[in-house]
């Protein structure tokens, strides 16, 4: 049940990556990046709430630079998220995730290598636009050592948990109504997940870890599983061009946690929305 649920969460950290083909044939799949730039730095403490306290448990950090995908110019996007011993207690988590995308964010290529309780699997896909469709190839290694490999095609685009990240943080939120769902087909090396974002409104927060003030736009992550609806985040977008999340509420089976921006630099815009 832990494993499921923090695999869930990763979906879309978050959760949330071919060679450069003409634009006209992929361009439904990309969008216009006004968000960020190459040498942006992002990092998260994670607190779990134990028995009514919350306890730091781990950290995150995430990088984005511009590099090369055989040889054609694309962004290169790490995530590594490290619980430390407390969580070590409850639940190992060891994850590295890696995506490149075209320079309009159009996914290439994704990984995914993760310890998540006793289990070690890796994902990967590789994406193609034949014909304007969005073809990926998927390659699973499940934690006994068998892999597994699939071929999908999809007349719309389709995202993994990183490159849908990217593409979410360029959204017009000035356009969005309260209460307005955005889908979000987000896939790994064995499903696609039927998800979307909710748009929830504007709100000041402050923060807990160093009792800054950012004002935010909020947002639900929502996936229908068996029949139901599950909010699985609830996460705090700075209300300026950066759209940067500053803390997500993390809704898992056995409790809550909630991360919070540390620390930032290399933005690509200023950080307007920070309240004095």
Known sequence: MKTRA????????????????????HAQCGIDNFAFKSGEFLSYDLFFNWKFVWVKVGTASMS????SYKGQK?????LITRGNDKLDNMFVMRDTLLCYTNLD??????RKGAREGQRYYVDELWYSYPNGNCHVKSHAITSSGEHLWKEMEYKDCLYDMMSIYLRARNFDASKLKEGENIPMPVADASSVANSWLKYTGKTTLKMKNNNSKYRCLTFSF???????NHELIRFYITDDKNHLPVRLDLFLSFGSAKCYLTGYKGLRNPMESKVD
Not at 64 to 67: A, D, N, P, R, Y
Not at 105 to 110: A, D, R, T
Not at 222 to 228: A, F, H, Q, T, V
């Open 105 to 110: 964010l159009s996914p290439l290529y994704f």
């Open 64 to 67: 984005t630079v511009q590099s």
């Open 6 to 25: 923090f695999s869930r969460i990763h979906r879309w950290l978050i959760g949330l990556c071919l060679a450069l083909l003409p634009l006209s044939i």
């Open 222 to 228: 929502i996936e229908r599983e068996d029949g139901k």
């Open 74 to 78: 694309a962004f290169r996007s790490s």
